[in-house]
């Protein structure tokens, strides 16, 4: 397997088969396809994989299994990407070339957790409070009829309030 350099974290999103690996020397994310490389079926594994750039040092990230999403935190930018795994994905890597939407977190976010039934999106930090976020404000429009257009802007998540979720 053959992506950035790096290689820090990995994600799985066992629903499309897909694993995502933060390469914390380059600023990309790898985006492997767990179909042709695998245990199982190695024939795919030497073929480079799609990449998808980030922000500096990348190092924790989590996947929505509900929305298609990766979130992934970066330390040096106090950011976290989302990467929208409909459009970025070993198939379809042409999207991979799209800058992800990013959101502010705090200083040196180093892990992400994603709560799926919430749409919530947890980010540590080093001796800080974790941010805590409504993943709805960067989906996909309308993605699984989770958010709603209002006005032309994302609202919070169906049943989700917005009360402590940045957004």
């Known amino acids: 397997m053959r992506g950035g350099s790096g290689p820090a974290f990995a994600a799985e999103n066992y629903r499309m088969h897909t694993l995502y690996v933060a390469n914390s020397g380059d600023g990309t994310v790898s985006v492997v396809n767990l179909a042709a490389c695998s245990a199982l079926n190695v024939s ?85 409070q974790p941010t805590v976020m409504n993943s709805c404000a960067w989906l996909p429009p309308c993605a699984r009829g989770r958010c709603r257009r209002r006005n032309g802007k994302l609202t919070p998540c169906v049943g989700l309030s917005s009360r402590g979720a940045g957004r």
């Open 44 to 128: 795919g594994c030497e073929r480079k994989s799609p990449v998808i750039g980030v922000g500096h040092i990348p190092l924790g990230l989590a996947v929505d299994q509900a929305t298609n999403t990766m979130d992934v935190a970066n330390a040096l930018d106090n950011t976290v990407s989302v990467i929208n795994g409909a459009t970025c994905d070993p198939s379809g890597a042409s999207g991979c070339g799209q800058k992800p939407a990013t959101a502010a977190v705090g200083a040196f976010g180093d892990a992400v957790a994603v709560d799926p039934v919430t749409n919530t999106v947890f980010v540590t930090h080093r001796s800080q």
